[in-house]
């Protein structure tokens, strides 16, 4: 049986930073996942908040990116559309906003893991226990004991599953669509759509565009129904014309606002961490830098010796609220008359589409947005737009 201080379960962004900052501390760390870090179906943002989270564990790392310098918003509806240049401002800190493939950002979180110390071992978790006395996995290759487990596992977690309960169907998204190989851009493309409530987006990486949708478990859509429509908005838009699709799936959590009051992070001898605890934003299904938060955090209360009060603590106070913001937000967000009066704004207001630069580029919380947006609105504009919410 392997003994350690720290089991991880996952080699994802999440785990791969919480491993890295606890081998920092000094812990011995076993890092579990059968298979290398790989592509997500997500846009693959990494903006410039996540950047400045791992920069001095990536050092030098070449990651290969691309530079996003406009956004393109279309009203399926009316057809209409706004384009957001994304390009700071000349005084502003900070990276631009920049794309990278999420397996070469995972790798390089779990490269630099193991050179602080975590060890990797290329195992598939079959059972956990979480008892008084620490964690027994049961996995591929044995037994590993833990003083702590950490699941980042992602939204269909076994850890979760084994040491609190699943997601149920109505907190879980379906992302699906094509990864289109040997294109790119510089411009994110975003179609809001109402019926399923939701978007439409075209992610530009550095080698291929990652082109889907995102739909409520049960919305009443199916994965092929999703991924059918995607593929017709391809060959209308002419986005991806040539390039060789390859097909994705994945379930996303998107809990209510009320679940984020009651979220299910840790206890004595367990955290959730990332997509397994919930931590994703609703409107946008964003996670990547809640999940670096959340690695990090864990591993602080750890080696404080506060853990889980801590963790949780933190988790309570600076992210489920500005995730419950978004939760209510959503509701009215892809209404047809509130997306008609969004795009007016971004179209009118150069202020609103600065608002709208900070929140893609993660630099705009949800808890001050409505009062920020009533600060630059026009008084009208900004009147129809709140009383839509």
Not at 71 to 95: K, N, Q
Not at 140 to 158: C, F, K, R, T, Y
Request: proline fraction near 5%.
């Amino acid at each position: 049986m392997t003994r350690c201080d720290v089991a991880v379960v996952g080699a994802g962004a999440a785990v791969a930073w919480a491993a890295y900052t606890l081998a920092h501390g000094g812990a011995r760390i076993a890092i579990l996942d059968p298979s290398r870090p790989r592509e997500k179906p997500c846009g693959g943002c990494v903006n410039g908040r996540a950047l400045a989270q791992v920069a001095d564990a990536i050092g030098d790392a070449a990651l290969p990116v691309s530079v996003i310098r406009s956004a393109r918003f279309i009203d399926s509806t009316r057809g209409d559309s706004a384009v957001v240049p994304l390009e700071l401002e000349a005084g502003d800190s900070g990276p631009p906003l920049v794309v990278t493939t999420r397996a070469e950002f995972d790798h390089a979180l779990l490269v630099a893991a193991v050179r602080a110390g975590a060890a990797m071992t290329p195992s598939r978790l079959a059972d956990v226990e979480a008892a008084h006395d620490g964690a027994r996995l049961v996995t591929s290759h044995g037994q590993v004991h833990a003083d702590v487990v950490i699941g980042a596992d992602g939204s269909n977690s076994l850890v979760r599953r084994r040491v609190a309960r699943a997601f149920p169907r109505a907190q879980l998204s379906t992302a699906t669509g094509f990864f289109a190989h040997g294109i790119t851009c510089d411009e994110i493309v975003i179609e809001l759509v109402a019926d399923p409530p939701g978007y439409i987006w075209s992610f530009p990486r550095p080698d291929h565009l990652a082109i889907g949708i995102c739909a409520q478990a049960d919305a009443g859509m199916t994965v092929d129904a999703l991924r059918a429509r995607v593929a017709d908005w391809i060959e209308s838009t002419r986005i991806a014309e040539g390039a060789r699709l390859e097909p994705y799936s994945w379930p996303i959590p998107s809990l209510d606002a009320r679940s984020f009051g009651s979220l299910d992070l840790a206890g004595s001898r367990w955290a959730l961490a990332g997509d397994a605890a919930g931590l994703v934003d609703p409107i946008t299904r964003e996670g990547i830098y809640f999940a670096l938060l959340s690695g990090q955090w864990i591993a602080e209360a750890l080696i404080s010796n506060r853990f889980p009060a801590d963790y949780t603590a933190r988790i309570n106070d600076e992210i489920a609220p500005e995730l419950a913001c978004a939760a209510r937000l959503k509701a009215g967000f892809y209404r047809p008359s509130f997306i008609g009066v969004f795009m007016q704004a971004l179209q009118q207001s150069a202020a609103v589409r600065g608002v709208m630069l900070d929140l893609v580029a993660g630099r705009q919380q949800y808890t001050t947005l409505k009062w920020r947006l009533l600060k630059t609105f026009e008084i009208g504009l900004a009147y129809r737009l709140l009383a839509r919410q």
